[in-house]
């Protein structure tokens, strides 16, 4: 027994990847760093009253406002991977011989990154609004967007779509070519390739956006209340909630709503370590 836990252990120590770029100087800013993101959520974990937890999960408006964030980030979860798969796998093909011009609409594309949520906001509502470009002639034939849970719907997706089509690319970018021109070369047609190469094998990059969209979407803030406002199972998501006991001066219902929030988050870090661990066991 004790010889096999010695073979377990050398196996490992010659898995074991050798220190070639990291000197030891350079852990005291790195720990630094961490403690630089964990403190603030240890302070917020402090300062939550979990003996009023239950009380505060459980009144109508906390229940009608989850509901309403959960529906609203589903439904912008999967709207992300209809139209995000299929964007994410033009961009992946077409910068072999386009690199410039995919770089370009890539910039576009993750634009909604680096964009102010007001700002954000604002480009939707110029879109989309009653007085938007296209807004202003779907209010002619009676369809309002703003304000209405499709405004919410719209705004995660805008705001969730970047962070799945970047994903995918990564995933995408990880399958040899020699894999497409094999089965190509078998009499495989470009939908077979994509169903049975690509698909299963960027399978786990794509789980991995949906999680992450469905996180942004989720935790969508500020564009939300600039195009959707905040109008009670309508429009108010859990962050919306949140604004509302802040601005009410009431901090425990903010903090109730943090919970909420924290729930899913957590069960959102376990997906995102299965599917991890599952991509491994493949490999």
Do not use: K
């Not at 459980?58 to 992300?80: D, H, I, K």
């Not at 410039?100 to 906001?121: E, K, M």
């Amino acid at each position: 027994m004790a010889s096999g836990n010695q073979a377990q252990t050398r196996a490992r120590d010659a898995m074991r990847v050798p220190n070639l770029i990291l000197p030891g100087w350079l852990l005291l800013p790195a720990t630094v760093a961490l403690l630089f993101l964990l403190g603030p959520v240890v302070a917020l974990l402090f300062n939550i009253p979990w003996h009023r937890s239950w009380e505060l999960l459980t009144q109508p408006e906390s229940l009608q406002t989850f509901g309403l964030s959960l529906r609203t980030a589903v439904l912008a979860t999967v709207v992300c991977t209809l139209l995000g798969f299929p964007l994410a796998l033009a961009l992946h093909h077409h910068a072999r011989n386009h690199p410039r011009w995919v770089a370009t609409i890539q910039v576009l594309v993750y634009a909604p990154l680096v964009l102010s949520p007001v700002v954000s906001g604002l480009a939707l509502t110029f879109l989309w609004g009653r007085r938007g470009l296209l807004g202003q002639h779907l209010d002619q034939v009676g369809v309002q967007v703003a304000f209405t849970t499709t405004a919410v719907v719209i705004t995660q997706v805008f705001v969730a779509l970047p962070f799945f089509v970047s994903t995918v690319v990564t995933a995408l970018r990880g399958i040899p070519v020699r894999f497409e021109e094999i089965a190509a070369t078998e009499g495989a047609t470009r939908w077979e390739v994509m169903r049975r190469v690509i698909l299963p094998l960027s399978m786990p990059g794509v789980v991995t956006g949906m999680i992450l969209g469905f996180a942004r979407a989720l935790g969508e803030y500020g564009a939300t209340l600039t195009f959707a406002g905040n109008v009670a199972g309508v429009t108010r998501t859990i962050p919306l909630h949140i604004e509302l006991g802040l601005s009410s001066n009431d901090m425990d219902q903010a903090l109730g709503a943090v919970i909420m929030l924290l729930a899913v988050y957590v069960l959102i870090i376990g997906a995102i370590g299965v599917t991890r661990m599952i991509s491994r066991q493949h490999r």
